[in-house]
């Protein structure tokens, strides 16, 4: 979330403890760097070796530099045309942590020119983690208007093309529930998909958490993020040395593939329309997305019984009645 | 003076503080002497907690022994939008635990962005015997199997409210438990709910409520069931439809269209769902005594849009999708006279492209036209400075403003300057703005803006947007009444906070995410405050571990006199006064 310029000098000054005294009134827009180019850049060099050591902001350095050539440089000149070739250009600026642009200038072009490269852009400082393809949270709609509106036909809809979808939905009323956050953007362009949150338990933690799938393209990526977002928990810590089999496991060894092949003790499985219990794992991952539900990390020796599709799952689970 | 407070009997002085509703008049009244502590302390019984955090339910029952009606507030704001962690917090559960001894008498509750499970809700049920009246807005945690308990054991129950909480569907039939005898419901409101509602249950229990006023419906239940009900409940006030389609059949629409008209009283509608246009003219007959209109889910055209709201003379509150388009905000305002109220929904927010023709210029139009505009939530995908001065000139009396332009970072349109200047008329003219919600290309010009004249500015939410701790320290210096400020995406860092320390303590809560605030600042924040919980909310693991001016994820900061709280999930990180972080 890049350091700005005259952020970035209190912060490496380790001005802490002496600005809880020092008075603002001396702070000015001479103090801030931001406003010049050339300052911004050296700048740049400080906060580049701070955030350099900032590991899982994943594009630290390069959010750093490319969050800051929107904000710092071009406002020392008028913004023209120029700057905004936005229209028809491709939505597909992947403005990486790769972009080594060093003047504000080109990043300016680059971003603040292209619509959604800025939104890229924060959205990669954000939520570098997820490898989210999108700002979260942004717009900000609440998930309840947003399920609302996606389960129901875009415009232009005739009469009967609304009653077509009236009579689907009746005769599946698991479409529109609330459990999850599905903010799917049905759009037949297959344009940015919107967030995707699920739920997901761990047996033996009682606070659930939420998972935004659509912002994992594999299952991989969404068991190591499924691990690391239980890990924090010290519970969770616990249940997995009490329940696994390996004594000698910690908590960081655990790869995504223990948890989808269920060697650390748990495995994770997922509910889906139609309120069956599934293994994480058998079908291609769009599949997988369209129809799940929500997830749950179980433990390994309840999930006996548990496969892929046609079997019924055992008494452990709470099926939906449809 | 105090001679005279204490020649009156106890009685008296009750009687008359009686009349002082307000919490703020109350606390004025407290502070008066200690016999006047002493009767308004045993006789308020309405307690408002802005922050379940702030304070501890046994500081709240034991300074109140005798209230009858309590409203907490738990998740921040930015919780709307996913920003906050699953499990960070906000559990009634004490609170339910301890007012179950310590108020028998209890008869409301209301929450906001809690988490309350069924056996929270079950607790409730059986201990208060004169419990009336449940508001679940925004909450999660239960199931519609706590919803049976409250049917089946509130015998006097007024309202039940559910106001888009999360609940998980087991099944409708939690609705059967209601007594048959049971008659006294005014308010039903379960529009969030997605599964079937057992529908006899529902109209038995319309039909044997002669109370009912307002009666907000779920999407399942279908069209041709709404004309029983209206029929059964002709003295609703307010009504939320299920879904509003139907195949195009004259006798269902005659039959609805008739109910409708039975409904003299009928003052708000809302629902919606799915609207078949041809079933719109059912509620003309009503239209003209409507005051509120809520058709942010109804996805019909501007033509249907404006035929409908074109007869709404009276209306004060319009919420609507952006199909209205800046020609149907023409038409509404030049028919509702009376709009206090204006909300526009986007029905594409991530599509690259603006999908309709809604622009600044239809917001214009409105506070051209709408004399008596109050409140906007608007978004869009282009504004100007000049539009904005236009709305700031047009309606000074505005006193929420919040304005989301789509894509962030958007300059003005046509002169590609940024919009610090348009927001900067709205502070300035809309003296009493309470509200602020600021979007497009920004920089620290506007924030000083707003630190110079929005003296009554009470919530400020801020993103992408600023250029430096500037401008952060000109809201922090300059607004005098902010109670909330959140934030995100804006490069402010340590400074302005650390220099502004002391006003976070005037303020409810302020929450920074995706800023530049490192944990040496939070930690030495939390150090020297300590009414003040700092806390920092990052799921990448302890902030220990990465370097102290790493900026962190995100920043909640609240006062409260109850210290640090017990339930902080593994990702929340707070510093006591001892300087060593503790985890919960």
Same mark, same amino acid.
């Given at each position: 979330m890049g350091v700005v310029g005259g952020g970035a000098g209190a912060v490496s000054g380790g001005g802490g403890s002496s600005t809880s005294d020092a008075s603002m009134s001396t702070v000015s827009k001479e103090d801030n760097p931001v406003l010049s180019s050339e300052d911004s850049s050296s700048c740049l060099d400080e906060s580049e070796l701070e955030l350099g050591l900032g590991l899982s902001l994943g594009v630290g350095v390069g959010a750093c530099k490319a969050q800051q050539g929107p904000r710092g440089g071009q406002y020392a000149r008028i913004l023209t045309a120029k700057d905004f070739p936005y229209v028809g250009s491709s939505t597909s600026a992947s403005v990486s942590s790769s972009s080594s642009s060093s003047s504000s200038s080109s990043s300016s072009s680059l971003s603040r020119a292209n619509v959604t490269a800025g939104t890229k852009r924060s959205a990669d400082s954000v939520a570098a983690a997820n490898g989210a393809s999108q700002v979260v949270g942004w717009p900000p709609i609440r998930a309840y208007r947003m399920n609302s509106l996606v389960n129901q036909a875009k415009l232009p809809a005739t009469e009967v093309f609304n009653s077509l979808i009236v009579k689907s939905r009746n005769s599946n009323p698991a479409v529109g529930k609330g459990t999850s956050n599905a903010c799917v953007n049905a759009n037949e362009k297959g344009q940015l998909r919107s967030s995707l949150f699920v739920k997901v338990n761990m047996d033996g933690i009682p606070i659930g958490r939420k998972v935004d799938l659509s912002s994992h393209r594999c299952y991989e990526t969404l068991a190591q993020k499924l691990e690391d977002m239980f890990a924090t928990s010290s519970t969770i810590m616990n249940s997995i040395r009490s329940g696994g089999e390996e004594h000698d496991m910690m908590v960081d060894a655990i790869t995504p593939s223990k948890l989808l092949d269920g060697s650390s003790g748990f495995v994770l499985t997922y509910e889906d329309k139609e309120g069956d219990w599934m293994l994480v794992g058998d079908v291609p991952w769009g599949m997988f997305i369209n129809s799940v539900r929500r997830l749950r990390i179980m433990r390994a020796s309840e999930a006996n019984g548990l496969a892929p599709r046609l079997e019924e799952s055992n008494g452990g689970q709470r099926n939906k009645p449809i | 003076?105090?001679?005279?407070?204490?020649?009156?009997?106890?009685?008296?002085?009750?009687?008359?503080?009686?009349?002082?509703?307000?919490?703020?008049?109350?606390?004025?009244?407290?502070?008066?002497?200690?016999?006047?502590?002493?009767?308004?302390?045993?006789?308020?019984?309405?307690?408002?907690?802005?922050?379940?955090?702030?304070?501890?339910?046994?500081?709240?029952?034991?300074?109140?022994?005798?209230?009858?009606?309590?409203?907490?507030?738990?998740?921040?704001?930015?919780?709307?939008?996913?920003?906050?962690?699953?499990?960070?917090?906000?559990?009634?559960?004490?609170?339910?635990?301890?007012?179950?001894?310590?108020?028998?008498?209890?008869?409301?509750?209301?929450?906001?962005?809690?988490?309350?499970?069924?056996?929270?809700?079950?607790?409730?049920?059986?201990?208060?015997?004169?419990?009336?009246?449940?508001?679940?807005?925004?909450?999660?945690?239960?199931?519609?199997?706590?919803?049976?308990?409250?049917?089946?054991?509130?015998?006097?129950?007024?309202?039940?409210?559910?106001?888009?909480?999360?609940?998980?569907?087991?099944?409708?039939?939690?609705?059967?438990?209601?007594?048959?005898?049971?008659?006294?419901?005014?308010?039903?409101?379960?529009?969030?709910?997605?599964?079937? =509602?057992?529908?006899?249950? @529902?109209?038995?229990?319309?039909?044997? +409520?002669?109370? %009912?006023? &307002? /009666?907000? *419906?779920?999407? #399942?239940?279908?069209?041709?069931?709404?004309?029983?009900?209206?029929?059964?409940?002709?003295?609703?006030?307010?009504?939320?439809?299920?879904?509003?389609?139907?195949?195009?059949?004259?006798?269902?629409?005659?039959?609805?269209?008739?109910?409708?008209?039975?409904?003299?009283?009928?003052?708000?509608?809302?629902?919606?769902?799915? =609207?078949?246009?041809?079933? @719109?003219?059912?509620?003309?007959?009503? +239209?003209?005594? %409507?005051? &509120? /209109?809520? *058709?942010?889910? #109804?996805?019909?055209?501007?033509?249907?849009?404006?035929?409908?709201?074109?007869?709404?003379?009276?209306?004060?509150?319009?919420?609507?999708?952006?199909?209205?388009?800046?020609?149907?905000?023409?038409?509404?305002?030049?028919?509702?006279?009376?709009?206090?109220?204006?909300?526009?929904?986007?029905?594409?927010?991530?599509?690259?492209?603006?999908?309709?023709? @809604?622009?600044?210029?239809?917001?214009?139009?409105?506070?051209?036209?709408?004399?008596? *505009?109050?409140?906007?939530?608007?978004?869009c995908r282009q504004m100007s400075n000049a539009a904005l001065m236009t709305i700031a000139r047009n309606r000074p009396n505005m006193t929420r403003f919040r304005l989301c332009i789509i894509e962030p970072g958007t300059p003005d349109y046509l002169t590609l300057q940024p919009l610090d200047v348009g927001f900067g008329a709205i502070v300035e003219h809309c003296k009493d703005l309470q509200r602020l919600s600021l979007s497009g290309l920004l920089t620290d010009l506007v924030f000083e803006y707003i630190g110079t004249y929005a003296k009554k500015l009470e919530m400020l939410s801020v993103a992408f947007a600023g250029e430096s701790d500037l401008g952060l320290h000109h809201v922090l210096s300059g607004c005098e009444k902010l109670r909330k400020l959140e934030i995100r995406d804006c490069p402010f860092g340590d400074k302005a906070l650390l220099a502004n320390a002391a006003k976070l303590e005037t303020m409810r809560s302020l929450w920074m995410s995706s800023c530049s605030v490192t944990f040496g600042a939070c930690k030495l924040l939390g150090q020297k405050m300590p009414r003040l919980n700092v806390e920092v909310i990052d799921e990448r693991g302890t902030p220990d571990s990465r370097p102290e001016s790493c900026p962190i994820d995100k920043l909640y900061i609240y006062r409260t006199v109850a210290g640090s709280r017990f339930d902080m999930p593994g990702f929340v990180w707070t510093i006591d006064e001892d300087s060593a972080m503790r985890l919960s």
């Open positions: - | 003076m105090q001679r005279m407070a204490c020649s009156f009997p106890d009685e008296v002085l009750e009687h008359v503080f009686s009349f002082v509703q307000c919490d703020n008049d109350r606390n004025a009244i407290s502070t008066v002497c200690k016999s006047w502590y002493k009767i308004e302390r045993w006789s308020r019984r309405r307690v408002f907690v802005g922050n379940c955090y702030a304070i501890s339910p046994d500081m709240v029952i034991r300074r109140f022994p005798d209230v009858r009606s309590i409203e907490l507030k738990g998740k921040p704001h930015f919780a709307d939008f996913n920003l906050v962690p699953d499990g960070w917090g906000g559990y009634v559960a004490p609170w339910i635990s301890a007012m179950a001894a310590a108020y028998p008498w209890l008869e409301e509750i209301r929450l906001k962005r809690m988490v309350i499970t069924d056996e929270n809700l079950e607790l409730i049920s059986k201990s208060f015997k004169n419990f009336k009246v449940l508001v679940l807005s925004s909450c999660e945690g239960f199931s519609t199997d706590g919803l049976a308990a409250i049917a089946a054991n509130c015998r006097n129950l007024r309202e039940l409210d559910l106001r888009e909480s999360e609940v998980e569907d087991l099944s409708g039939h939690w609705l059967k438990h209601f007594p048959d005898d049971y008659t006294s419901l005014v308010s039903l409101n379960i529009a969030c709910l997605g599964c079937e =509602v057992s529908f006899s249950a @529902l109209e038995r229990l319309v039909g044997r +409520c002669p109370n %009912l006023r &307002t /009666l907000r *419906l779920n999407r #399942a239940v279908p069209l041709d069931k709404l004309a029983n009900l209206l029929r059964r409940a002709p003295q609703l006030v307010e009504l939320g439809t299920g879904a509003y389609s139907s195949e195009l059949r004259p006798d269902v629409f005659s039959n609805l269209s008739g109910a409708f008209s039975g409904c003299k009283e009928l003052k708000s509608l809302s629902g919606f769902w799915d =609207v078949v246009p041809g079933y @719109l003219p059912a509620v003309y007959p009503i +239209c003209c005594r %409507l005051t &509120t /209109l809520n *058709l942010s889910y #109804a996805t019909i055209q501007s033509p249907d849009l404006i035929k409908l709201v074109g007869q709404c003379q009276n209306l004060q509150r319009l919420w609507v999708l952006d199909y209205i388009e800046d020609a149907g905000l023409d038409a509404v305002a030049a028919s509702c006279k009376d709009l206090r109220e204006l909300r526009v929904f986007p029905s594409d927010p991530y599509g690259p492209e603006p999908n309709v023709p @809604l622009t600044e210029q239809g917001l214009v139009s409105i506070s051209e036209g709408c004399s008596k *505009l109050q409140s906007v939530l608007y978004f």
